[in-house]
């Protein structure tokens, strides 16, 4: 897996990008434009191995790529309850509203990804 990590600076001259508010619900997630444009670049990419395990420290923009037939999974840890709205970069001329299916993992899924987990981390 690659991670891509980005450095992104608010300007008004020469933006690159726009950023986009996520509003989650139990089976959709919905990207909401934002009037804020951005300068968005390449700044390190990591590789990762299978079971490999990496922090994104928070506000750190990032991309992961995983290679056909792969499978990753993220897993979010917060320790507070924030009213902010995570944010995501997107196109410059990107539509107003972008949705996208969610769905739960079943018991058997849900069981081997934690089990993963476990393994990964060593608990």
């Known amino acids: ?5 980005y450095h992104v600076e608010r300007l008004t001259n020469t933006p690159t990008h726009r950023l986009y508010h996520v ?4 089976k959709t997630s919905r990207l909401r434009r934002t009037d804020i444009t951005v300068l968005c670049r390449e700044e390190n990419t990591e590789s ?3 079971e490999g395990v990496y922090e994104i420290v928070r506000g750190r923009f990032h991309a992961s ?4 037939g792969e499978t990753a999974v993220t897993l979010l840890l917060t320790q507070e309850h924030s009213a902010t709205k ?4 997107g196109a410059l001329d990107g539509a107003a509203e972008y949705w996208y299916d969610r ?3 079943d018991d058997l899924e ?3 990804i934690l089990a993963e987990v476990r393994r990964a981390v060593g608990s």
């Open 65 to 68: 790529e995983v290679n056909e």
């Open 110 to 112: 849900r069981s081997t």
């Open 48 to 50: 990762h191995s299978v």
């Open 103 to 105: 769905r739960d993992c």
């Open 1 to 5: 897996m690659t991670n891509k990590l």
């Open 86 to 89: 995570p944010l995501v970069i």
């Open 23 to 26: 509003d989650y619900s139990a």
